[in-house]
């Protein structure tokens, strides 16, 4: 009975966050309205992270990582303090518009999000030159933390996924330029889910993969499927960074 009442209250605070979104929307379209200098900002970006919290908190990863973004944005605009120009504003609002968007498909269950990891490269790329989209499948939260840590001067988003079938799903309807897996990911490991891929007749067809691992190759079934395979001991040595550098550099 407790497990139903604590089940049914983490359901009503989820749709309770979900219908208050347009509020707290409405709100930082209004403080970018009226932000036209460094304290303004620094409360503009408060809302924002506080955003991205909440929405993480609750599942809603698509409303996390359109603020996490519009956050990276705000502070390289906050650092060169290019607070009031019409370009500018012109770039958060179009974020306000993405968030708008997804929060209408989440209202109504729809799956119409596809293009959100392309909506907001284009947006980066603005303000931080080009830029390239990296998903990495690793169900160990902290390990996931090393290799954005070690990939952070590179000029690369990052979409994360804990398990194999998830990151089918997403590579099915997303567009990327490299993907890191995990051999140990759960429901399809690093190899049956490059091995799936490679079967598809998709843009990520022919992505370059990095796969991450204990195992020695020579126990890989499918090793030539990948582009590096990389001892997950290596990661926090540089290695991996060199990698997926060489690579975008030939993208």
Do not use: C, W
Not at 87 to 105: G, N, Q, V, Y
């Amino acid at each position: 009975m407790n497990d139903v009442s604590v089940s049914d209250l983490l359901a009503q605070l989820h749709q309770g966050f979900l219908e208050d979104l347009p509020a707290r929307i409405d709100k930082i379209e209004s403080v970018v309205m009226s932000s036209h200098d460094e304290d303004g900002y620094e409360e503009l970006f408060r809302l924002v992270h506080s955003l991205k919290g909440s929405a993480g908190t609750y599942h809603f990863f698509e409303i996390s990582k359109i603020a996490h973004s519009m956050e990276d944005v705000m502070m390289t605009l906050m650092q060169k303090k290019l607070f009031s120009s019409s370009s500018t504003l012109a770039i958060l609002l179009k974020f306000i518009d993405i968030l708008r968007a997804t929060t209408e498909s989440l209202k109504h269950s729809k799956s119409e999000t596809h293009n959100l990891d392309e909506r907001l490269s284009s947006l980066r790329s603005q303000v931080f030159g080009e830029t390239f989209n990296i998903i990495v499948v690793e169900p160990s939260k902290l390990y996931a933390s090393l290799i954005e840590h070690s990939l952070e001067k590179l000029p690369v988003n990052f979409t994360y996924s804990q398990d194999g079938l998830h990151a089918l799903e997403n590579l099915l309807i997303n567009k990327y330029d490299l993907l890191i897996t995990s051999m140990e990911s759960p429901r399809l490991n690093g190899d049956a889910l490059v091995a799936a891929l490679r079967l598809v007749h998709n843009f990520n067809k022919g992505i370059n993969v990095v796969l991450i691992t204990s195992r020695a190759q020579d126990k890989i079934a499918n090793k030539h499927d990948f582009d590096a395979i990389l001892d997950r001991k290596a990661v926090k040595d540089g290695a991996l960074h060199n990698i997926v550098k060489k690579m975008i550099s030939a993208l």
